[in-house]
């Protein structure tokens, strides 16, 4: 098991040419071509992981499914990201089409969470870079869409950006490299923020505000 250190930055679409200039400027490199991703996100009836991110709880964990849909090949990954004292990582397993309706249809069992079904997809764009062995990745195009409803929420104006490393990453190094403030952000957090605003049938429990 490896930890690793993951900063957010959230910046506008119409810096997102500046920002990729300040990473070539300070010698880095583009990794991969943009890709599409989508992901499902899996929670409990009560939203657990939902509260438990937004109130910064450890341990605490998310599950969802991620594919790429404009792959030539599709390939479906069940991942866990997992917060604790100790640190930050995450699980990935392999999974066919066929597990993935399954997990659709019936949901996921966790230990600490329990039954969990699917609750949001969220899609957007991603770019990647290098920059002294770390990796920062763009996410922009960013669409929230409810399992369940089908309310469909995009934001085109945000870009959220992540600085990912090992447990050896200088961040008042990556601070001064980046003078952008750092944010807390959850994607499937967010999501659930906004459609919970525009679904009338809100799928969050009055308890949990």
Known sequence: MSFRTEEKIIIHQNQLKEFKS????????KLYPKRKI???YFDNPVLQMFADSEEGTVPRKKIRIRNYPEAKIMSYNLEKKISSVEGRFKKTKKINELDFNEFCKHGIYD?????????IWVQYYREYF?????RITIDYKLEYKDFNSKVI???QE???IEVKG????NKDYFECLIPIRRSRFSKYSDGVKLINSANRNSFIPSQLG
Do not use: V
Request: contains cysteine; charged residues 15%.
């Open 22 to 29: 300040l990473i070539l400027k300070n010698h880095g490199t």
């Open 166 to 169: 090992d447990n050896k990453l």
């Open 158 to 160: 945000d870009l959220i």
């Open 130 to 134: 290098q920059l002294y062995n770390q």
């Open 153 to 155: 929420l995009h934001n």
């Open 38 to 40: 989508c992901s499902l």
């Open 111 to 119: 230990n600490e969470y329990g039954s969990c079904l699917p609750k």
